[in-house]
């Protein structure tokens, strides 16, 4: 089994920055690649921003500029850097780990509060 733990959520003024860390421990070589979806109330799951173990990525438009998807394979742990945060950005952040890039997520961790204040 694999599992993802996030941190680093918090109440931010509109501006601000945030770091989300997602440390996986368990059958971590099964996992190739590992991202960000968030959800807001009446939104749909939306994918933030995603990351292969070689280090390709790929981020929402909503995001792009300010976001930015990093891993770090040795600690299997993988982050992401929030910049100019709007109050849009206010969501529940899932952090996942799937077996291929573009397919199925296979896990996920239990999400973590980000709040952006106007």
């Known amino acids: 089994q694999v599992q993802l733990v996030e941190s680093g959520g918090g109440l931010v003024q509109a501006g601000g920055s945030l770091r989300l860390s997602c440390a996986a421990s368990?059958?971590?070589?099964?996992?190739?690649?590992m991202g960000w979806y968030r959800q807001a109330p009446g939104k749909q799951r939306e994918l933030v921003a995603r990351?292969?173990?070689?280090?390709?990525?790929n981020y929402a438009d909503s995001v792009k500029g300010r976001f930015t998807i990093s891993r770090d394979n040795t600690e299997n742990t993988v982050y992401l850097q929030m910049n100019s945060l709007k109050p849009e950005d206010t969501a529940v952040y899932y952090c996942?780990?799937?077996?291929?890039?573009?397919?199925?997520?296979?896990?996920w961790g239990q999400g973590t509060q980000v709040t952006v204040s106007s």
């Open positions: 368990g059958s971590i070589f099964s996992i190739n690649a």
């Open positions: 996942y780990g799937a077996r291929f890039w573009g397919g199925v997520r296979d896990y």
């Open positions: 990351i292969s173990r070689g280090g390709s990525t």
